[in-house]
C-alpha cells in the first residue's frame, strides 16, 4: 500500500490528502460512503486504478489496458459500419453518393463534439462513469441505425453514435496512460489506438460475410449488441483513475471561457510558434480529411470500379490492416526520435493513393499498393501527435493538441461531402483517391517543413 493515496470525495472542486487506514492513523482515513476511493472499514476500493509500479507490470494494469484497447477496437468497428454498408443502401434507398455524404459527415460531426464535451466530462465526473455511458450508447444507437428506414433518421443516429465514440476514446487513452508506467506510456497509447483501425479491418471482414449472408442490418446489430455483453465486463473489471481528483483541483470551467480561449491561440501563434503552428494545423487538417475520405468511400470506389461488393470490401481491411501495420512502426520509430520518418510515409501513402487510381485490375500488386497506402495514410496520421509534443513547450503543449485535433477534426467532417461530390460528378472514381494522394502529399511536405523547424524543442 503505498504511503498516501487521494480521495475522490469532491466538494467543490477540491480533494483532501489522507493517510491510507492504519492503526497509527485510523482517524485520518475517509468515513464517507461515497468516497470512491475508500470504504468504511477503511479498505481500498478495488474499482480505483491503482499508482503503477515502475519496477514491473502488474495483471490489473494488463486487465485495464486490454479492456480499454477492446472498447477501441469496438468503436472503430461502429465507426466503419457505415461506410461498409453505404454501397448497399445507395442501391436500396435510390440515393446518389453526393446526397448520402450527410450520413457519414453526422458520425465524425459526433466525434468531435463527444472529444471537447466528454472529455472534459471524464477528467470531473470520472472516467469510469463517462466510458460505462459512453460504450452504453454507442450499443444502443447501433441497434436503432439497423431498424432506421429514413436517411435523415440514420444521420440523427449516427451523430449520436459518433458522439459517444468520441467520449471513448480521450478517456481509454487517458486510463491506459495513467495505468502504466511512464516508461511504457507513449508505446501503449500508440498500439491502443492501432486498436481503432483494427475494429475497422475486422468490421470489414465480418460485415462482408454478415451482408452476404444476411443483410446490412446484422453488421449494426453486431456492431451494438457486442458492446452491450462487454458491459459485463466493464462493470466489474473497469477501474476508476486515481488521478482523476488531483484533476478537480483545476476548475475545467475555466478553460471554455472566451478569453481564456483568445490567450490560448495568441500563445499558439506567437512568434516563434506561428510558422509551426500553421504548419501543424495544416497537416492536421489535410491528414484526417485524406484518411477519412478513403475510409468512408473506399468501398462504394471500389465496385463504382467494377468489383463485386465482397471484393471491395475487402481492400478496405486490407487499407486499414495497413495502417495498423503503419501505425505500429511509425509509433516505434518516431518513439526513438525519428520524427523524419513521418513525412516519408506521408509521401509513400500519397503515392500509393494515386497508384490505385491507374490500377483497375485485381490483383496482388493492388492489394500490396492498398496496404501500403493504408500505411503511409492512416499509419501518418496516428502518430502526428508527436509533432505536438515536440514542438509546443510543455505549458502550451495540451492547448496545441487540442486545437491542432480540433482542426483536424474539421477535415474529417468535410472529406465526406468532397468525396459524395466526386463520385456523383463526371470525373468519375478515380479523383477521388487522387485529391486523396494531394492532400497526403501536402502533409509530406508540411511535416518535412516541421522537422526543420526550431522553437525551441528537439526535432532529431
Not at 121 to 133: C, E, T
Not at 157 to 164: D, M, P, S
Not at 278 to 292: D, E, I, K, V
Not at 370 to 391: D, F, K, T
Request: aromatic fraction near 8%; charged fraction near 15%.
Amino acid at each position: 500500500m503505498s504511503a498516501t493515496h487521494w480521495c475522490l470525495l469532491r466538494t467543490n472542486f477540491s480533494v483532501e490528502r489522507h493517510l491510507p487506514a492504519s492503526r497509527e492513523s485510523r482517524d485520518k482515513r475517509c468515513l464517507d460512503e461515497r468516497c470512491l476511493y475508500c470504504k468504511p472499514e477503511g479498505r481500498m476500493n478495488p474499482r480505483v486504478l491503482s499508482a503503477p509500479s515502475p519496477e514491473r507490470l502488474q495483471f490489473a494494469q494488463i486487465r485495464t489496458v486490454l479492456l480499454c484497447a477492446f472498447i477501441a477496437l469496438m468503436d472503430g468497428f461502429d465507426i466503419q459500419a457505415m461506410a461498409v454498408v453505404t454501397p448497399q443502401l445507395l442501391d436500396i434507398w435510390h440515393m446518389k453518393a453526393g446526397e448520402f455524404a450527410p450520413v457519414l459527415s453526422a458520425s465524425f460531426a459526433g466525434i468531435m463534439l463527444g472529444t471537447i464535451l466528454l472529455g472534459q466530462a471524464g477528467d470531473r465526473l470520472g472516467r469510469r462513469k463517462v466510458i460505462l455511458f459512453a460504450f452504453t450508447v454507442v450499443g444502443l444507437a447501433s441497434i436503432a441505425t439497423a431498424l432506421a428506414t429514413r436517411v435523415e433518421i440514420m444521420m440523427v443516429l449516427r451523430f449520436v453514435t459518433g458522439f459517444a465514440i468520441g467520449g471513448c476514446l480521450p478517456n481509454v487513452t487517458a486510463l491506459t496512460a495513467e495505468a502504466l508506467p511512464a516508461r511504457f506510456t507513449g508505446r501503449a497509447v500508440t498500439a491502443m489506438y492501432c486498436f481503432v483501425p483494427l475494429g475497422g479491418m475486422l468490421g470489414g471482414v465480418a460485415g462482408s460475410q454478415l451482408i452476404e449472408r444476411f443483410d446490412w442490418q446484422a453488421v449494426f446489430i453486431i456492431g451494438g449488441v457486442l458492446p452491450l455483453i462487454t458491459l459485463l465486463a466493464l462493470l466489474r473489471w473497469l477501474p476508476e483513475s486515481s488521478t482523476v481528483a488531483d484533476s478537480h483541483r483545476v476548475d475545467s470551467r475555466l478553460l471554455l471561457g472566451r478569453p481564456q480561449l483568445t490567450r490560448q491561440v495568441r500563445a499558439l501563434f506567437q512568434p516563434r510558434l506561428r510558422r509551426a503552428s500553421t504548419l501543424l494545423w495544416m497537416t492536421f487538417f489535410c491528414s484526417m480529411a485524406s484518411t477519412y475520405l478513403l475510409s468512408s468511400w473506399l468501398p462504394t470506389l471500389f465496385k463504382a470500379a467494377g468489383r463485386t461488393l465482397p471484393d471491395a470490401i475487402h481492400m478496405m481491411s486490407l487499407f486499414q490492416f495497413g495502417g495498423v501495420l503503419g501505425g505500429l512502426l511509425l509509433g516505434y520509430l518516431v518513439d526513438r526520435g525519428w520524427i523524419r520518418s513521418l513525412p516519408m510515409s506521408f509521401v509513400i501513402g500519397g503515392c500509393m493513393s494515386m497508384l490505385i487510381a491507374w490500377m483497375n485490375q485485381a490483383s496482388v500488386y493492388l492489394s500490396a499498393v492498398v496496404v501500403l497506402a493504408g500505411a503511409g495514410v492512416i499509419g501518418s496520421q496516428l502518430c502526428i501527435n508527436a509533432l505536438c509534443a515536440r514542438l509546443y513547450p510543455e505549458t502550451l503543449r495540451a492547448s496545441g493538441i487540442g486545437w491542432a485535433l480540433g482542426i483536424g477534426r474539421s477535415g474529417a467532417i468535410a472529406s465526406p461531402y468532397l468525396g459524395g461530390l466526386a463520385v456523383s460528378s463526371s470525373s468519375g472514381w478515380e479523383s477521388v483517391f487522387i485529391a486523396a494522394a494531394a492532400l497526403t502529399l501536402l502533409c509530406g511536405l508540411s511535416t518535412a517543413m516541421l522537422a526543420a523547424t526550431r522553437t525551441g524543442q528537439p526535432m532529431d
